[in-house]
């Protein structure tokens, strides 16, 4: 059974950076390199970037599947659309529903947000990623790159999924 626990404290705020790293090292480094993944891991997955994020009304969630932390999600209502900024499952615990249930959970958190579709960027070479967001129903957009300083940018496609 999967469920899903808001973090509002920064013990569950610890809990999700500490998962970020690890799922982050080991599936963005061959993709974007270990530098660039501290850097990110710092600048937007540590306990103080996510609090920080919190307060400006993004919704962090921690996944739970049979009782044990499986991953985390992040999500903020933007005008009429849901902008899905994380959606991470831990290695060992792929392939058991996980990700599916959790983009179900956002669907309807979208819909009950009257909220017209789901949009969210994914990198360019993540093409596994890429896949399963197009099963579940996800359309290209075409390419975005954004400068996230350092010298560093997120070259990603933006998807889109109408609700």
């Known amino acids: 059974m999967t469920t899903f626990i808001k973090a509002k ?7 999700i950076a500490k998962l970020a790293s690890t799922i982050w090292k080991e599936h963005y480094s061959p993709i974007i390199g270990s530098d660039q993944v501290a850097y990110m891991l710092n600048k937007f997955q540590s306990a103080e970037a996510i ?16 009782s044990k932390v ?14 899905l900024s994380k959606i991470y499952v831990s290695k060992d615990m792929r392939g ?4 599916k249930a959790a983009m179900e959970f956002v669907v309807r958190e979208g819909q009950y947000m009257d909220c017209k ?13 890429i896949k399963a967001y197009e099963k579940l129903g996800f359309h ?4 975005i790159v954004q400068d996230i300083g350092k010298g560093y940018v997120m070259d990603d496609f933006l998807l889109i999924k109408p609700l």
């Open 51 to 66: 609090a920080s994020q919190v307060n400006q009304g993004i919704q962090y969630y921690l996944i739970f599947h049979n």
């Open 9 to 15: 404290d920064k013990k569950a705020y610890g809990l």
């Open 70 to 83: 499986a991953g985390y999600l992040a999500f903020e209502k933007q005008h009429s659309e849901l902008f």
């Open 140 to 143: 290209n957009q075409g390419g």
């Open 117 to 129: 579709q789901i949009s969210l960027t994914v990198n360019k070479q993540n093409t596994g990623s």
């Open 96 to 99: 058991k529903g996980i990700g």
